[in-house]
Nanobody, 123 residues
Framework: QVQLVESGGGSVQVGDSLRLSCAAS????????MGWFRQAPGKGREFVAR????????DYANSVKNRFAISRDNAKNTVYLQMNSLKPTDTAVYYC????????????????WGQGTQVTVSS
């Protein structure tokens, strides 16, 4: 199995950028489809982005399309989420997740989760 640790969160202003990282240990990251999800206060967890095992395919929630970019470096066992033009509505705890089988936007299809990193965007 794989262990995931997110980092890179913080408190920023509207329009700023952040890059989140998700470091994997245990099994090699290339064995997994990877996703980013987020959970805002008082809301359920929602899909943000996903990336295929080789990195040749990715997909985004409409709310972050053209602002966020998911990428991966399998040699470094790390997945990234570059977040640009941040908005207050992006405030949430961000989680990375791994699935051996599914290239999915559904959280129930992911087997492994990190502990999350907080992103707060202030106006």
């Amino acid at each position: 199995q794989v262990q995931l640790v997110e980092s890179g969160g913080g408190s920023v202003q509207v329009g700023d950028s952040l890059r989140l990282s998700c470091a994997a240990s245990g099994r090699t990251l290339s064995s997994y489809f990877m996703g980013w999800f987020r959970q805002a206060p008082g809301k359920g967890r929602e899909f943000v982005a996903r990336i295929a095992k080789s990195g040749d395919s990715s997909d985004y929630a409409n709310s972050v399309k053209n602002r966020f970019a998911i990428s991966r470096d399998n040699a470094k066992n790390t997945v990234y989420l570059q977040m640009n033009s941040l908005k207050p509505t992006d405030t949430a705890v961000y989680y990375c997740a791994a699935s051996e089988i599914f290239f999915s936007s559904q959280e129930q299809n992911y087997d492994y989760w990190g502990q999350g990193t907080q992103v707060t965007v202030s106006s």
